[in-house]
């Protein structure tokens, strides 16, 4: 199965811009969609087709994938950023979704 | 709105069988699979399959396969998850997520727009 490789943690300062990567084998030629979840609440989708935002989702949540690494960047960091981050993508060898192993990310 | 409501926290004795629910509102339930994830205590996100409620089709991650059963009742909007044989290590929080799916060239997209609440499956003797 196809493998998507994430930081375990991402440290920011509040008003800082956090930059989460997600690695993977010419990740850049697949559609990657980028998941927030907090403490005890479900995920929520914040990124969708590696740049698009659903709506309600702050502008300052954005995405990019080119060669092996997509990127979710979140600039003007709150700490009601705070959570853990999810990158996942439809794994054709597979024929199923895969999500990477996740990034907690720490507002300092 | 789209909305998903699960059932209520399980807790079932190793070897036995649980059925979480996963009720839809807010769309045409036909139109979208439903998803089931689940998640350990401190874990990440493990897709364990999908059921197309149009069709009854399904498809299940290969961790699953035999075990997992996915269903669905288009009366009432709703699907099922079946898990049997417990065992500990299926101590999780289960989670249904709406599939939005469409292709584009020859790449599938598929991402999970909506989800349910979550419903913690406790395995223990």
């Known amino acids: ?108 | 709105q789209v909305q998903l409501v699960q059932s209520g926290a399980e807790v079932k004795k190793p070897g036995a069988s649980v059925k979480v629910s996963c009720k839809a509102s807010g769309y045409t339930f036909t139109s979208y699979d439903i998803n089931w994830v689940r998640q350990a205590t401190g874990q990440g996100l493990e897709w364990m399959g999908w059921v197309n409620p149009n069709s009854g089709n399904t498809g299940y991650a290969q961790n699953f396969q035999g075990r997992v059963t996915m269903s669905r009742n288009t009366s009432i909007s709703t699907a099922y998850m079946q898990l049997s044989s417990l065992r500990s290590e299926d101590t999780a929080v289960y989670f249904c997520a709406r599939g939005f799916r469409r292709i584009v060239g020859a790449t599938p997209i598929y991402y999970f727009d909506s989800w349910g609440q979550g419903t913690l499956v406790t395995v223990s003797s």
């Open chain 1, 1 to 108: 199965s196809y493998v998507l490789t994430q930081p375990p943690s991402v440290s920011v300062a509040p008003g800082q811009t956090a930059r989460i990567t997600c690695g993977g084998n010419n990740i850049g030629s697949k559609s990657v969609h980028w998941y927030q979840q907090k403490p005890g609440q479900a995920p929520v989708l914040v990124v969708f087709d590696d740049s698009d935002r659903p709506s309600g989702i702050p502008e300052r949540f954005s995405g990019s994938n080119s060669g092996n690494t997509a990127t979710l960047t979140i600039s003007r960091v709150e700490v009601g950023d705070e959570a853990d981050y999810y990158c996942q993508l439809w794994d054709s060898s597979s024929d199923h979704p895969e999500f990477g192993g996740g990034t907690k990310l720490t507002v300092l």
